[in-house]
């Protein structure tokens, strides 16, 4: 496998809304996405394909997720094959540990952080392209360690037979010392250096055999010089195996990280005669290590960034369900109630009245308040839940609120739809792009002091594009960019919505007024059309 070459990875939910939105959630990774919507068809996959990561739902039904796990775990090919489960349901710590049991390398709660998700799939993504690598340099490396054995066997033999081969084995030696690529070095008992290769001469620039003794020290970081000395004189001192990292200054005045290892070899008594050693550039995985743990920490204020916003937006729908609730019995109060009691003196008064006419006329005003009072049922009903959404489709809805919208307000609308065949889409994202709309405006007739507002529909390449626009005065910046903090409860909702169904919510100043847009991909519509309403 090589370094750019994709990997499979294994998605398995027996709900396809799931696995559509982890396949959005994934496509940048650039992998092959492989869908199962149960257990048994997951097996399959596996047994046929090489498996990366599994991602899997852990309530499925005939076979859920723990169970394949067990199943996957018992076959030796899959011993390493990464797991992750995703669960709405069994997110207690039980479950948890009962997923790390049978394998699962993380346990993802929903809602899912689409980043979050995205980055560990892609770690263990290319943790097993860099195992398959790893595992055919291995194979290559048996292989010609095989060769190189046979080799020096035949060498062995001919060294017997011919002592001039004995010189030509030690120019082959020297040539090694000369063209590896790492440092080489030698070191007398008392810890100076006698013999150091080309290789540090060709990188720091220093003048041939100036680094003997201890001038080396003078390449080493001001920071590492201290350190390294004080580890290798004690060393010296023990007789133990050298190890340290430090920074070497190279030619162009940069330094680099090394790490430096040496051994001691002994005589008969056991005293050290000489030190052997190597030292090699290890500055590129070291600023990857540095790299990946500064990832992490910022990782981790993200999360803890999110986990204050939802704090926050908790708070602040429990604040707009108070005022909802408290504008619905005002509604019912002021409304409804005055004209239901109203109806109720007048049939009261009917017996006390002599005059037919009189009494006609009584019963006439309680029908008329009474028709009133149900009128203001139906109106705050269809607010709540219009029932033309269920029964007729989105844009009959919509065209039924932005005229009622016009007639309170005051504030001019209009609904362009395109194609004008548009058509019915599911009943769970007409009710999110109603709702959406709906916000929208709102905050348009609370906010903005706008004159006119224009809500556009398109319908194209398998994508709904809802675009509300108006001429007010406008958003600030942070909101726009829905900085943390600066949204409220309204927009917020909206951008969950939006989220539910893989599409992101965009704000912007028009100039004049504010444009609110909802790119929603991958659509399946329903086979019935609505006759745009415009």
């Not at 398995?12 to 496509?27: F, G, T």
């Not at 008969?268 to 990857?288: A, F, P, R």
């Not at 009959?396 to 004008?420: C, F, H, M, N």
Request: net charge negative; aromatic share 6%; proline share 4%.
């Amino acid at each position: 496998m090589t370094a750019n070459e994709k990997v499979n990875i294994l998605m398995v939910d027996d709900q396809p809304a799931k696995l559509l939105s982890y396949e959005v959630i994934l496509a940048e990774l650039g992998e092959n996405l492989i869908k199962a919507a149960s257990g048994k068809e997951a097996l399959e996959h596996l047994l046929k394909t090489d498996i990366a990561v599994v991602l899997m739902d852990v309530s499925m039904p005939d076979l859920d997720g723990f169970e394949l796990a067990d199943l996957i775990r018992q076959h030796p090919r899959f011993q390493r094959t990464a797991i992750i489960f995703i669960s709405a349901v069994y997110m207690t710590d039980l479950d948890r540990l009962k997923g790390y049991q049978r394998g699962a390398v993380d346990y993802i709660s929903v809602p899912v952080v689409p980043e979050l998700l995205r980055a560990k799939v892609s770690i263990f993504a290319e943790l097993h392209r860099k195992t398959q690598q790893l595992e055919s340099l291995n194979r290559q490396l048996e292989k010609r360690v095989a060769e190189r054995t046979d080799e020096l066997e035949r060498r062995a033999e001919m060294l017997q037979q011919v002592n001039s081969e004995l010189a030509r084995k030690n120019q082959e030696l020297d040539a090694i010392m000369h063209t590896a690529p790492d440092i080489i070095f030698s070191r007398r008992a008392d810890g100076a250096r006698d013999y150091i290769s080309d290789r540090f001469y060709e990188y720091t620039g220093a003048s041939p055999n100036s680094a003997n003794g201890f001038g080396w020290l003078e390449f080493v970081h001001p920071d590492d010089k201290e350190r390294s000395m004080s580890d290798w004189m004690h060393c010296v001192q023990s007789g133990n195996n050298y190890e340290c990292e430090y920074r070497l200054r190279g030619k162009d005045g940069i330094y680099r990280w090394f790490r430096s290892r040496a051994v001691p070899i002994r005589d008969l008594e056991g005293q050290t005669v000489k030190w052997y050693g190597t030292c090699c550039d290890i500055h590129d995985s070291k600023m990857l290590e540095q790299s990946i743990r500064d990832n992490a920490m910022a990782l981790e204020k993200i999360v803890d960034d999110r986990t204050a916003a939802l704090r926050r937006l908790s708070g602040r729908l429990i604040t707009m369900q108070d005022d909802e609730r408290r504008r619905i019995a005002r509604e019912l109060h002021d409304g409804l109630g005055q004209e239901l009691a109203a109806a109720k003196m007048m049939m009261d008064g009917i017996p006390r009245k002599n005059s037919v006419q009189a009494n006609k006329r009584a019963k006439t005003e309680a029908c008329e308040a009474i028709d009133r009072a149900i009128q203001q049922v139906r109106s705050l009903s269809h607010l709540l839940h219009p029932p033309l959404l269920d029964e007729v489709g989105l844009l009959s809805a919509l065209q039924w609120y932005l005229d009622g919208l016009t007639k309170r307000s005051g504030i001019e609308t209009s609904l362009e739809v395109k194609p004008r065949d548009f058509p019915r889409l599911a009943s769970e994202l007409e009710t999110a792009i109603f709702r959406i709309i709906q916000e929208a405006l709102t905050n348009v007739y609370r906010h903005s002091g706008a004159q006119k507002a224009w809500v556009t529909l398109n319908h194209k390449d398998s994508e709904v594009v809802v675009m509300i626009r108006d001429d007010g005065k406008g958003i600030e910046d942070p909101i726009a960019e829905l900085r943390p903090g600066s949204i409220g409860i309204g927009i917020g909702g909206m951008s969950q919505r939006a989220k539910e169904f893989g599409a992101d919510l965009r704000l912007r100043n028009a100039n004049p007024g504010t444009l609110v847009e909802v790119i929603v991909p991958s659509l399946n519509p329903t086979s019935q059309a609505t006759p745009a309403m415009v």
